[in-house]
């Protein structure tokens, strides 16, 4: 049985950080592409940034040079490291696994504010 379970959200200042976790099974994690989504309140899930099998890293726009993606295939999961974090950055943010067929997890709420 595939299984995403995301963990590490909560509430933080902004200019802060945070480390979001994606511990995986059922599947062969080191052969699928892996990313991150947020969903703010109001508005559509968007893509945050992902990581190939081969540990090739892409970003948003908005979150390039604050977040960082990576992963370790000896533990099944994959992270998103969150600096600098802004009160837009609020967002339930869920990890997907791609090969073909796409897996999601239920997400981990992250809230900016001060």
């Known amino acids: 049985q595939v299984q995403l379970v995301e963990s590490g959200g909560g509430l933080v200042q902004p200019g802060g950080s945070l480390r979001l976790s994606c511990a995986t099974s059922?599947?062969?994690?080191?052969?699928?592409?892996m990313s991150w989504h947020r969903q703010a309140p109001g508005k559509e899930r968007e893509l945050v940034g992902g990581i190939s099998s081969g540990g090739t890293t892409y970003y948003a726009d908005s979150v390039k040079g604050r977040f960082t993606i990576s992963r370790d295939n000896l533990k099944n999961t994959v992270y998103l490291q969150m600096s600098s974090l802004k009160p837009e950055d609020t967002a339930v943010y869920y990890c997907k696994a791609q090969r073909g067929a796409g897996y999601w997890g239920k997400g981990t709420l992250v809230t900016v504010s001060s």
């Open positions: 059922g599947f062969t994690f080191s052969s699928y592409h």
